[in-house]
């Protein structure tokens, strides 16, 4: 059973609009989240992260969003550029006392971003 | 400062055979997590090592195997390959002095298995 899911396989944005992409998960016990972006043939590419005492982290054009109540995630790229064209990854670390780099992935969502 | 490097980039192999991957993480990084990419499954996480000591594990079977050098450098090893095993794989490195941090990941090894 996927812990960290994105329901969306893919989507399409015109250029300068903004771009939202989903993330919800179940497993109560994520206090960390991370977005990363793929190009093909590269490994993916940190974006930005928010911990779950915060509700909202912004980093010039991309800002996530996190609500616990409903275990949604949500990154915003305003405004979106053909460059962010790539797939997007939505990925969480449970809390634990050791500081254990084992994080759970989405399975991605493909962004278009049409000229 | 360079960053994860992962040799070989792409490989191919028969059923029944097995293969090592290289990572050589960024310099000072000491946690190496590897992980294995196929479509429609995200990245699906294998494990980590830290200080040459497997530190997490994820659900995969024992074919599986990992190792950390004194040099941060670490090796996935994959035995008796089986056609489901075709994927990429790829390795991260952190710091890992904190809870907060961030994984840089390499550019992956792709693996076909015929």
């Known amino acids: 059973d996927q812990q960290v899911k994105q329901n969306s396989p893919s989507l399409s944005v015109q250029e300068g609009r903004i771009s939202i992409l989903n993330c919800d998960y179940t497993n109560s016990m994520f206090d960390y989240f991370l977005w990363y972006k793929k190009y093909p043939a590269e490994g993916p590419t940190f974006l930005i992260s928010?911990?779950?005492?915060?509700d909202k982290n912004e980093d010039g054009r991309f800002t996530v969003f996190l609500n616990k109540s409903a275990k949604h995630l949500s990154l915003h790229i305003v405004p979106s550029q053909p460059g962010d064209s790539a797939v997007y990854f939505c990925a969480a670390r449970e809390a634990s006392d050791n500081y254990g780099q084992n994080f759970v992935f989405g399975p991605g969502t493909r962004l278009s971003v049409l000229p | 400062k360079a960053g994860v490097t992962q040799t070989p980039r792409y490989l191919i192999k028969t059923r029944g055979q097995q293969v090592t991957l290289s990572c050589s993480p960024i310099s000072g990084h000491r946690s190496v997590s590897w992980y294995q990419q196929t479509p429609g499954q995200g990245l699906q996480f294998l494990f980590e090592?830290?200080?040459?000591?497997?530190?997490n594990k994820g659900n995969f079977p024992g074919r599986f195997s990992g190792r950390q050098f004194s040099n941060s450098r670490s090796e996935m090893n994959v035995s008796t390959l089986e056609l489901g095993d075709s994927a990429l794989y790829l390795c991260?490195?952190?710091?890992?002095?904190?809870?907060?941090?961030?994984?840089?990941f390499g550019p992956g090894t792709r693996l076909l298995v015929l």
């Open positions: 928010i911990s779950s005492i915060k």
């Open positions: 090592y830290f200080s040459e000591t497997q530190r």
């Open positions: 991260a490195s952190s710091l890992s002095r904190g809870r907060r941090e961030t994984q840089y």
